[in-house]
């Protein structure tokens, strides 16, 4: 009974892919760590999925992964409006964060977009976490005020909320010079 809620429990908080396949493959929805053969396809990037239920506070998200050997950046996105029309512009949903590694000048940025405006770039950490070739874990807890980031289990930085409506944040996406190893 105790297994059967855990799994329940594991489901409900997983992370979906939006490709319908996933669900065939596996014929479990919202498991978190695919079968090897499925793992290279189910977590191409670019990569979007959902965030059943939405963000509150005491989630937290966490994307694994493995920096390209001779990267430029990636990104790592909390959106909002999964259900909008998948042709609108892409400017048409909030961001309620988005961290990018830029790996020119060593940055790990953050930012949001609301109603379409782009926050400021909060830029300052006392390191940059990421080297070429390696692997990473990011985890994004999210709490009543902010978003709290931890790269390896370091904590980087705070990002306080600017999507007030923490059960909009609805997709995670992914982008750039790296691999996704594993997302929950």
């Known amino acids: ?45 670019p990569f979007s999925g959902r965030i059943r239920g939405g963000m509150r506070p005491g989630k937290k998200i966490i994307v694994m992964g493995i920096v390209d050997l001779e990267p430029d950046s990636f990104d790592v996105s909390l959106t909002c409006g999964r259900d909008k029309d998948k042709d609108e512009d892409e400017a048409a949903y909030d961001v309620a964060l988005k961290l990018t590694a830029r790996f020119s000048d060593r940055q790990f940025l953050r930012s949001a977009r609301v109603a379409g ?21 990011v985890e994004i807890h999210c709490e009543h005020q902010r978003f709290r980031i931890f790269v390896d289990g370091h904590q980087l930085f705070d990002f306080y909320h600017k999507v007030k409506s923490l059960a909009s944040i609805d997709t995670v996406r992914i982008d750039g010079d790296l691999q996704i190893t594993k997302l929950g």
């Open 117 to 137: 405006k782009w926050t400021e770039e909060e830029a300052s950490t006392a390191y940059f976490p990421f080297i070429p070739d390696q692997p990473f874990r």
């Open 1 to 45: 009974m105790q297994l059967k809620m855990a799994v329940q429990a594991a489901e409900n908080e997983a992370i979906m892919v939006e490709d319908e396949q996933l669900n065939d493959s596996l014929g479990s929805v919202g498991l978190i760590s695919p079968d090897k053969e499925d793992l290279a396809r189910l977590l191409t990037v």
